[in-house]
């Protein structure tokens, strides 16, 4: 059975930063894309940020690129979004998600497993 779990949201002022980590566990991820997505209230699902497991190659929404960055560790089956200079606006539930190699995916397109969420709140 596949979990993602997130982990690591809060509450934080304009300008610092959180650290948001998803354990990934039940089965093996090594040619999967690992994605952020995020939702704000009353708006649709967003794309945030994605990292392919194997090379590690990533690719970021213009909305966070140069302010978040994405990584995994291998060795914990974990992914990591760092997120520098919060913004108000970046406020939302921040969802892990899994992409496993299929016809027609895509780096914003086509996860399969999701995680629960993590709450971010950024106050100006």
């Known amino acids: 059975q596949v979990r993602l779990v997130e982990s690591g949201g809060g509450l934080v002022q304009a300008g610092g930063s959180l650290r948001l980590s998803c354990a990934a566990s039940?089965?093996?991820?090594?040619?999967?894309?690992m994605g952020w997505f995020r939702q704000a209230p009353g708006k649709e699902r967003e794309f945030v940020a994605a990292i392919k497991w194997s090379g590690g190659g990533t690719y970021y929404a213009d909305s966070v690129k140069g302010r978040f960055t994405i990584s995994r560790d291998s060795a914990e089956n974990t992914v990591h979004l760092q997120m520098n200079s919060l913004k108000a606006e970046d406020t939302a539930v921040y969802y892990c998600?899994?992409?496993?190699?299929?016809?027609?995916?895509?780096?914003?397109?086509?996860?399969?497993?999701w995680g629960q969420g993590t709450q971010v709140t950024v106050s100006s």
């Open positions: 998600a899994a992409n496993k190699p299929a016809p027609g995916r895509t780096w914003t397109w086509g996860y399969d497993y």
């Open positions: 039940g089965r093996t991820f090594n040619n999967d894309i």
